[in-house]
């Protein structure tokens, strides 16, 4: 077998950064962590909105700084210039969280527009910060039948595109109008259980990522992009 040539001509050599332990912080911060739930139902009595509801009481019991976005009167994306009061909640919610938890109920095979329209009100960057990217993620769905995994897997994808770190557990709770009793309050299933290790998972995750996500996300071709941006400035020529 011939010898690899591993010369990397195309490479920005000031701009490849070869990583290293030293890069992660030794210190590790210490206030709550800042978790922001947002569920996919407007309905009064919303599944989606009981799980998160469940969720925020687990991570208030984990010691976490918990807020839940209410998405009545949320205008529609693009019917509003983004000064809306709900939009600017949003994305300063979205901003102050360190993690998220999305529940949605599965309609029509998928998640909620209530629940998408929220994320297509955040912008992939609001001056020169992203707001969700290194944020950690878990994602929940209800169903009023048999259990699938439609909305769950969409969430995925948009969390993904939103460079967020989706945590590997996940839940889906079928026939949810059967896990909750009069007062609101999830019963005791496997289910249930399911959701405290979602919840938990969550929390490490966080724990984890929070303090480092800025290296985590630190990529090379974006490197290499905002070094040509400054060089063009700096070297442009009087007008």
């Not at 010898?3 to 990397?8: A, D, R, T, V, Y």
């Not at 995925?156 to 967020?164: N, S």
């Not at 090379?220 to 992009?225: D, G, H, I, Q, T």
Request: hydrophobic share 35%.
């Amino acid at each position: 077998m011939a010898e690899l040539n591993i010369s990397l001509p195309n490479i920005n050599e000031e701009q490849f950064l070869s990583p290293n332990a030293e890069q992660f912080r030794i210190g590790v911060s210490t206030h709550p962590v800042r978790i922001l739930l947002l569920y996919g139902s407007l309905r009064e009595r919303s599944y989606s909105r009981l799980v998160i509801e469940e969720s925020a009481r687990l991570l208030e019991s984990y010691g976490a700084d918990v807020r839940i976005y209410n998405p009545t009167g949320l205008p529609q994306p693009d019917g509003n210039d983004g000064s809306h009061p709900k939009v600017q909640e949003l994305r300063e919610l979205m901003m102050w969280s360190e993690g998220q938890i999305w529940c949605s109920p599965e309609r029509h095979g998928a998640m909620t527009g209530i629940l998408k329209s929220q994320i297509d009100w955040v912008p992939l960057s609001i001056g020169a910060v992203r707001p969700t990217q290194g944020k950690t993620l878990a994602v929940m769905q209800v169903s009023g039948g048999s259990q699938s995994f439609n909305a769950v897997n969409q969430m995925r994808i948009l969390g993904r595109w939103m460079r967020m770190v989706t945590i590997p557990n996940q839940s889906s709770v079928a026939k949810a109008f059967l896990e909750f009793d009069e007062d609101g309050r999830m019963k005791e299933s496997s289910y249930y259980r399911r959701i405290v290790d979602v919840v938990e998972e969550l929390m490490k995750f966080t724990l984890l990522l929070r303090d480092n996500k800025d290296v985590l996300v630190d990529r090379y071709s974006e490197r290499v992009e905002s070094a040509e941006e400054l060089s063009k400035r700096v070297n442009q020529k009087s007008i």
